[in-house]
């Protein structure tokens, strides 16, 4: 077998610390500790978007989400931009995914073929309360997260098997047949909630030691802007004790899970003779806030929700990079286009031009000194949110820039646990002008936060108005259906 091929995993809601390799006292990943061994781990990698659709369009497309254009739940990819699933296409590379892909449907162009067992946003449509922001209402299905916890099994832990199922099928296949250099992008969900683990999951943390959820004694909770997303998202409210403590057992679990599933894909890759030619990449599309500050799920610019995972492996192909090294340089999903272009040797993109990608490899990343003051932009337009909000990281700082409201911006380095928002002080009047002068660059928040709205209201009419949507069935559903 001649050529390189790349192997593309992504765990849903997978929480950058929730790893053993990044040193949780709890959880335990045996799969993905010995990927991590014997590749790289970027320690500061993020998410464009902490939420699934449109962070899944940016890192299918290597293209940030104001560019795209799909903003949130209910604007989902459908084929409009090149992928990186189109572009080893047109370089004579199979390009195939097995699972969850939160597409708009098979039936777009979105690049790969097949799509196994595909799951994609709902009904075509996918979450349209997310499109009612002006004026902000209520979201009563945040009560499902509470209620739906501990030990048991869900829709979701059945689909999982299956994609890990069509995954090693098709290596076996393909190893039996042969064929052109290949992509495979399998995507689990877990462990996005509901937060219930397969029981012989959840017993595996039954009588661990957690860590406590990190408690807020911070001074941003009133910030107008983030207030009413943790009222529209008001989870925590439907907690008590004993509930908090099985989600976080459930949620450990599952992450458990699904690495279990990535062993299974890794054993196939190495039964198939593959193991030596293919480049592993091992990412998710958001993470998860498990309770720290009161906050769950994603959504929130915070650590946990917009930190993700990303691990890079593969034999010769990161030169003379010491296996086992992290990567402290900020890296993002709009990277892994020109990772995977850059791993088996397709034409690399255009660097200048009328239309550029902004990302870069990370094979590249990982063979250079870390750059700590390499700038990553996340940002959310989606439901519980008033304006836009926007991110940018950059060396010990992160700005959130709420447009038309105050910024905030935390020292991560002096406050790692991001309690203290320092943006009215004086005292960081100067780095918080440079930051929004690096944000402005890459974005302009103004203009990009009244197109989100301009195109939401015209899709909220393509669907029938605000009424429309309220009636719709299932409108307030919690998480998507595998079917």
């Not at 661990?208 to 207030?227: E, F, V």
């Not at 907690?239 to 196939?268: P, W």
Request: aromatic share 10%; net charge negative.
């Amino acid at each position: 077998m001649n050529g390189r091929n790349v192997l593309l995993i992504v765990a849903d809601e997978f929480a950058r610390h929730a790893i053993g390799c990044a040193g949780h006292p709890v959880v335990q990943t045996p799969n993905l500790d010995r990927l991590a061994a014997r590749g790289v781990r970027f320690t500061q990698a993020y998410t464009n978007s902490p939420i699934c659709v449109p962070a899944r369009a940016a890192m299918h497309t290597g293209r940030y989400v104001h560019d795209i254009r799909c903003w949130s739940s209910a604007e989902p990819y459908r084929g409009r931009h090149e992928s990186w699933a189109h572009r080893l296409r047109r370089h004579g590379m199979d390009a195939v995914s097995a699972g969850k892909l939160h597409f708009r449907r098979t039936a777009d162009s979105n690049g790969f073929a097949p799509e196994l067992r595909a799951m994609h946003v709902k009904d075509g449509i996918g979450w349209a309360p997310g499109l009612l922001r002006d004026p902000l209402g209520d979201y009563p299905a945040t009560a499902e997260l509470a209620g739906q916890v501990g030990a048991s099994d869900t829709e979701y832990h059945a689909y999982d098997r299956a994609v890990a199922d069509a995954a090693t099928g098709w290596l076996e296949a393909r190893a039996a047949a042969g064929g052109p250099p290949w992509a495979l992008l399998v995507s689990f969900v877990s462990p996005h909630y509901p937060l219930a683990a397969p029981p012989e999951w959840f017993d595996l943390y039954a009588d661990a030691d957690l860590p406590a959820p990190k408690p807020y004694n911070g001074n941003w909770r009133d910030h107008p802007a983030l207030r009413e997303t943790l009222r529209f998202f008001d989870y925590d409210r439907h907690f008590d004790e004993k509930s908090r403590d099985a989600a976080t057992r459930a949620y450990f679990g599952l992450v458990s899970f699904v690495d279990d599933l990535i062993g299974r894909v890794l054993a196939a890759l190495e039964a198939g003779g593959f193991a030596d030619e293919t480049t592993v990449l091992f990412t998710s599309d958001h993470g998860e806030m498990l309770g720290d500050y009161g906050i769950w799920t994603k959504q929130v610019m915070f650590e946990g929700s917009a930190g993700i995972p990303a691990i890079l492996a593969g034999p010769g192909i990161i030169g003379g990079v010491a296996a086992g090294r992290t990567v402290e340089t900020p890296v993002s999903l709009v990277d892994v286009f020109p990772t995977v272009l850059d791993a088996v040797g397709a034409p690399p993109l255009p660097e200048s031009g009328p239309d550029p990608l902004p990302g870069r490899s990370l094979l590249e990343i990982a063979a250079e000194p870390d750059d700590p003051e390499r700038p990553v932009l996340s940002e959310y337009h989606d439901g519980g949110s008033v304006t836009g909000a926007f991110m940018l990281r950059r060396g010990n700082w992160k700005l959130v820039h709420h447009e038309g409201y105050p910024p905030q911006l935390f020292n991560l380095s002096d406050d790692p646990d991001e309690q203290r928002d320092l943006a009215a002080g004086p005292a960081a009047a100067d780095i918080l002008a440079s930051m929004q002068t690096d944000l402005r660059e890459i974005v302009d928040p103004a203009a990009a936060n009244r197109q989100a709205f301009a195109d939401q209201r015209a899709r909220l009419e393509e669907l029938g108005g605000a009424d429309a949507v309220r009636a719709m069935d299932g409108y307030d559903f919690g998480y998507s259906p595998t079917e």
